[in-house]
Nanobody
């Protein structure tokens, strides 16, 4: 069982980047997926999430209108599309998979670093 985040890198302000959260060993369709980010010395903060039913997405005010979360059921992957990136979006991004019904499971992917700089 593994959850892997990838796609980070260096991007200029105003640019775009797409992060991937891929699962192996379990089906992401049964999980709500959250994206979080963390800067050294600060607490991890929620960026957004998508419900297990795909009927709802939620975003932090700081990224609303710029970030979009979506699923690719065939690839068992969830994406975080980021556009209009700002230097303050620089952080290590993590994905989390949470199964909302019994049996409850929760998995974290390793972080992927996003650096927004000119």
């Amino acid at each position: 069982v593994q959850l892997q985040a990838s796609g980070g890198g260096l991007v200029q302000p105003g640019g775009s980047l797409r992060l991937s959260c891929a699962a192996s060993g379990f089906n992401l369709d049964h999980y709500a997926i959250g994206w979080f980010r963390q800067v050294p010395g600060k607490e991890r903060e929620g960026v957004g999430c998508i419900s297990n039913s795909d009927s709802n997405t939620y975003y932090a005010d700081s990224v609303k209108g710029r970030f979009t979360i979506s699923r690719d059921h065939g690839r068992n992957t969830v994406y975080l599309q980021m556009s209009g990136l700002k230097p303050e979006d620089t952080a290590t991004y993590y994905c989390n998979a949470d199964r909302p019904i019994s049996p409850r499971y929760n998995y974290w992917g390793q972080g992927t670093l996003v650096t927004v700089s000119s």
